[in-house]
């Protein structure tokens, strides 16, 4: 027995939650039939289920476009440090999620219910992690306060799928204005328009209480104020094309001016960037770079112009090299980097991505199943280590950590793609067909994942699974015939 009866039941609650997150997404007129009553949306306040499926909804839609930036390592970093923050928030108990986004311009975003957008732009620019700490904070304090949800509310719409739509078509217009007006056809555009940005008073209940949370989880409350200066600065040049962080959280000097009364009175401390902080912004300058650029610019930082931190820029060249498939070289710097710093699960997933290249399959995997066994929550090194598994003959195994890992994020379509091959080479074409679906499914194409499940219909099972796949193709198949319908 691969999957124990408790996993699966497990796995089939959150594919039920993501058929009710779907159904919403796609179908206003389905709203009403087989879903909890979620009352009178019209009141000005949302109840903090309502926050977090419009934040669901608009998730779903995030995940699916490319804009999403899919690096595990940067998404669980950011994951880490907002935990941190939101510990000391006043909501220590909603969970959060943090994820990044493939975009350049300078901007960071939170959505009702705990969502919160950064695009790598910002990663880039803000000059410490008490700075990136200061931009979470600050949107942790508009998911706390309700801000936005405030907002949606505000907006007098009569249902709460229509509500996900204005959710949604803000959202669009905060990340690409030129988007927007298409976003919002339709759905009270003008009002929209107007009141998109957040207004002064939410602005400044924001830094108050983002400052507070900084504060009190050890970071250096001077940043905020640092990061908005430079930011202002930097736009002075750009000549009216504002950043998109600061047309969404508007800086007035007022607001300026009330974050330097509250910060200049307090110490300044100094506080060291965690390594982590380092190396993801390591892995976004080397991706801005073709490898050989990397190669010349990680070289240059390492030798006579010497700057920045030496275990951060040898990470980025061993990228770099590996990129460039000089993999001798990629592994004698290795070996210096590990000499050089502490054991860290982002130096071990690129030390297994070497090993790899260097093609000693026996050695690579004795390094993974200790590397796993040293950091069992880092997503990156489960991925590399079945991967492995799969081509080494070894796919139960695989199937066994996967599973485990599915547990923990069932919402990730890489773990269901790499069991769904486990199963193929097994010849289980079932269970193969079934997790390909719900793969598709969590990236939000539930055409594929039908005819993923009407493949696994007809491949044939046990009267417990066929069940099970018929539920989840009935469900399925009404959020497209709804689709239709609109
Ligand atoms: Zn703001």
Not at 34 to 61: A, H, K
Not at 182 to 196: N, P, S, Y
Not at 377 to 405: F, M, V, W
Request: contains cysteine.
């Amino acid at each position: 027995m691969i999957m124990e009866p408790v996993g699966k039941t497990i796995i089939i609650s959150f594919m039920k939650k993501l058929f009710l997150i779907l159904l919403l997404c796609l179908s206003p007129c389905a709203v009403g039939e087989g879903l909890p009553d979620l009352g009178d949306v019209s009141q000005t306040v949302l109840t903090p289920l309502q926050e977090r499926q419009i934040g669901q909804q608009s998730m779903m839609q995030i995940r699916s476009s490319k804009q999403f930036l899919e690096d595990a390592e940067i998404n669980d970093y950011l994951n880490r440090l907002g935990s941190r923050l939101v510990e000391k928030s006043t909501e220590p108990g909603l969970g959060f999620e943090f994820f990044s986004l493939n975009d350049y311009s300078i901007n960071a975003f939170a959505m009702p219910g705990g969502f919160i957008g950064v695009n790598s732009g910002l990663l880039l620019t803000v000059q410490s992690e008490s700075e990136l700490a200061a931009v979470l904070s600050h949107e942790i304090a508009h998911v706390t306060q309700h801000h936005l949800a405030r907002m949606v509310a505000g907006q007098k719409g009569d249902s709460l799928a229509s509500m996900a739509a204005i959710a949604i078509a803000i959202l669009a217009a905060r990340s690409n204005p030129q988007a927007s007006q298409a976003a919002m056809t339709g759905i009270q555009g003008h009002t929209i328009q107007k009141q998109l940005d957040f207004t002064r008073t939410h602005e400044q209940e924001a830094d108050r209480i983002g400052l507070d949370i900084l504060q009190k989880s050890n970071f250096n409350i001077h940043a905020m104020p640092e990061f908005l200066d430079r930011l202002q600065k930097a736009t002075r040049l750009l000549e009216g094309n504002l950043p998109g962080y600061l047309r969404t959280h508007p800086i007035t000097s007022e607001r300026v001016a009330d974050i330097g009364n509250r910060v200049h009175k307090q110490p300044y401390r100094l506080i060291e960037d965690s390594l982590d902080f380092q190396l993801v912004r390591t892995k976004l300058i080397a991706a801005q770079k073709i490898a050989t650029d990397a190669i010349a610019y990680f070289s240059d930082a390492l030798g006579a112009q010497k700057h920045g931190n030496p275990v951060a820029q040898r990470y980025g060249l061993v990228g770099a090299l590996l990129r460039n498939n000089e993999i001798k070289r990629a592994t004698q710097e290795l070996e210096v980097l590990r000499k050089q710093a502490k054991s860290n699960p982002m130096i071990e997933t690129l030390a297994g991505q070497v090993k790899r290249a260097a093609k000693n399959d026996a050695d690579t995997l004795a390094f993974y199943r200790a590397a796993v066994q040293d950091f069992p929550q880092h997503r990156a090194l489960i991925y590399d280590y079945t991967d492995l598994l799969l081509q080494s003959n070894q796919a139960e195994a695989a199937i066994k950590l996967l599973t485990e890992q599915l547990v923990r994020h069932p919402s990730d379509a890489t773990l269901y793609n790499l069991q769904a091959h486990g199963y193929s080479i097994q010849g289980k074409r079932l269970e193969q067909h079934q997790a390909q679906a719900y793969a598709y499914a969590w990236q939000g194409n539930v055409f594929a994942a039908v005819e993923q499940l009407e493949l696994a219909k007809r491949a044939g099972g046990s009267f417990y699974q066929l069940s099970i796949i018929e539920s989840d193709l009935r469900e399925l198949r009404e959020m497209l015939d709804a689709r239709v319908k609109r």
